[in-house]
Every structure is written in structure tokens, then in C-alpha cells.
């Protein structure tokens, strides 16, 4: 039988992370079109709210439903603005692990709301959910993203050489292919012992529909 995520949404002080709604497809493609996301992630460029649409109506309930994963979108808690978005993937139910990553709008760069949404959701994995490891993977060069991960706890366990495609500009403006590394990172439940403390923590609400 295949385990799958429930239907949550988590609440920091600042941010509510919650399921992607349809409502969000003009900021969700809005923010994957910004070049530092077309860099380190594979998301198709340009990106248009077609894509968005699938990604929300089909891609995240199929990858919940059969347990693979769960999106977040990830808002501001009083101006419910979609500031990113934090994903769960290959997710290993027999040994409790899943791989998170996140991305964060331009706009709201800058401002804490990656490592807060990316410590509120392994919070909720670890104690709600039972999990017992948590896996990030950064690209060599993201050093954004690095920071986050050391922020939130995260132990780095090596690096995969050459495993990661990453992009870059070409001199006619179209994006190139470009090979790096991968560092690897984890988490585990005593990791986050005294990281955070100064959040009040997070309240998860189910059944969202």
C-alpha cells in the first residue's frame, strides 16, 4: 500500500504554506521565469501559465496521490502573497526520507522566507510525520541556496561531481546547458535541536480543501 501526504497547510509567524490553487498560476509563472530559477532548476523557458495551470492541477496532486511528493506554495501570511514555492520528491516511504528543495520569488528575496518555510515544513515532517531524514541538493555554484540549507541545520554530506545541469546564458540569449556539481546535504530529527527557537513554532491545520 503507498503512503501519501495529507492535505495541509502549515502556518509560521510570517508565511502559511499551504496547497497550490488555481488562483496561483499567474505569480507561479510570474516567478519561474526569473532568471536565477531558470538557472538552477529545469523548469521550462520561457514558462508560460499553460504550464503553470498543469503543474498545479495535474503534476502536484498526481505526485501526492501516489505519494511520490508534496508542493507547498508558500505565501505571506498577511497579504496571502505566493512568495515560493517548497517541494518534497522522491520520497522513500520505507525508510522515511524525501528529498526538499525550494524557490523563492525575486521579490521576496532577502527576507528569511526560504530557510523559514524550509524549517516549518521539516518540523512538521519530523514530528507530524515521523519522518527521519530529509535530503537537500544544491548546485555547486548556488551559494543562495547553500546558505539556506546551513541555516535550517543541515549537515553536508559530500559532493556528486558532475550530476547536476545547471544553465547559463548563451551569447544569442538563448539558455545553454551547463554540467556542475551537486552538493549534498541531510537533515535529521536531532539536527534541528535549537535551530529556530526564536519562531513560535508552527500549527498544522488538515484537511485542506
Sequence with gaps: MTSTFPNVS?????????????????????????????????????????????WITEHAPTARTEGRGLDFAVTEFLTQRLVGIVQLGKTNWHVRSTELSYIIAPWARGEGYASEAALATAQWLFTDQKFERIELRTAADNTASQQVAQKIGCISEGVLRNACIARARAEDGTWADVRTDYIVWSLLPEDLEGVGEQRDGFTSFGDWN
Excluded: C, H, K, Y
Excluded at 502559511?16 to 521565469?33: G, H, I, Q, T, Y
Design 10 to 54: 502549515i502556518s509560521t509567524e510570517r508565511l502559511v504554506l499551504r496547497p497550490l490553487d488555481e488562483d496561483d498560476v499567474p505569480a507561479l509563472a510570474a516567478m519561474m521565469n526569473d532568471e536565477q530559477v531558470a538557472a538552477w532548476t529545469s523548469v521550462p523557458q520561457p514558462f508560460t501559465e499553460a504550464g503553470a495551470r498543469t
